[in-house]
């Protein structure tokens, strides 16, 4: 993507966390950047500019506010995507799996208009349990996910494959090898 320079100096890399081996890799460094943040809300929205976009849905917590953006400039609707039990009305909800266990993500069931045209947003894939996750409960809501988006991929986890195998287009900014 052009004009994306400087955006991989600004995510922080913290060596072993959440646990020895782990290089977390935090935006919080880059959404304090006014100009890198800028670029990478355009960067995320720019492949699906020209698409019919009906709604984002960002997954908690990231993908809230960089969803909110990217649903501003693409013109449309948001929708939260929440662990469960954090939204206030009725609820459906998908489980996924974690490294030791398992989780839930919700959405409003009245969220998603039969037809809608949907896109995903986080803010980094690694494995993308919770990716699929968030693109089976859009289905099952009657909606059509047109992509995913993210800032950063760790693509030695696999994450973009498993979008891959469900037919999804996806897109990330960036990617750092490794875990």
Same mark, same amino acid.
């Given at each position: 993507?052009k004009? =994306?320079?400087?955006?991989?100096?600004l995510i922080?890399?913290?060596?072993?966390?959440?646990?020895?081996?782990?290089?977390?890799? +935090?935006i919080?460094?880059l959404l304090?950047?006014?100009?890198?943040?800028k670029?990478a809300i355009?960067?995320?929205?720019?492949p699906?500019?020209d698409g019919?976009?009906?709604?984002?849905?960002g997954?908690?917590?990231? %993908?809230?506010? =960089?969803? %909110?953006?990217?649903? +501003?400039? =693409?013109?449309?609707?948001?929708?939260?995507?929440?662990?469960?039990?954090? =939204?206030?009305?009725?609820?459906?909800g998908?489980?996924?799996?974690?490294?030791?266990?398992? +989780?839930?993500?919700?959405?409003?069931?009245?969220a998603?208009?039969p037809?809608s045209r949907?896109?995903i947003?986080?803010?980094?894939?690694?494995?993308?349990?919770?990716a699929?996750?968030?693109?089976?409960?859009?289905?099952?809501?009657g909606?059509?996910v047109?992509?995913a988006t993210?800032?950063?991929?760790?693509p030695d986890?696999?994450?973009?494959?498993?979008?891959?195998?469900?037919g999804i287009?996806?897109?990330?900014?960036?990617?750092f090898g490794?875990?």
């Amino acid at each position: 993507m052009k004009n =994306l320079d400087g955006l991989e100096e600004l995510i922080r890399t913290i060596p072993d966390y959440p646990k020895p081996g782990i290089m977390f890799r +935090d935006i919080t460094t880059l959404l304090a950047d006014p100009i890198g943040l800028k670029k990478a809300i355009k960067g995320m929205a720019k492949p699906f500019e020209d698409g019919k976009v009906d709604a984002v849905a960002g997954i908690e917590a990231r %993908g809230f506010i =960089l969803g %909110g953006a990217i649903a +501003d400039r =693409l013109e449309c609707g948001f929708i939260p995507i929440r662990k469960k039990g954090k =939204l206030p009305w009725k609820t459906i909800g998908q489980e996924y799996t974690l490294e030791y266990g398992v +989780d839930v993500i919700e959405i409003h069931e009245d969220a998603v208009e039969p037809g809608s045209r949907v896109l995903i947003v986080d803010d980094l894939i690694a494995t993308g349990g919770t990716a699929e996750a968030a693109v089976k409960l859009i289905r099952r809501s009657g909606g059509n996910v047109v992509g995913a988006t993210f800032i950063v991929d760790l693509p030695d986890l696999g994450g973009m494959q498993r979008l891959d195998a469900l037919g999804i287009p996806r897109h990330a900014l960036i990617a750092f090898g490794g875990h």
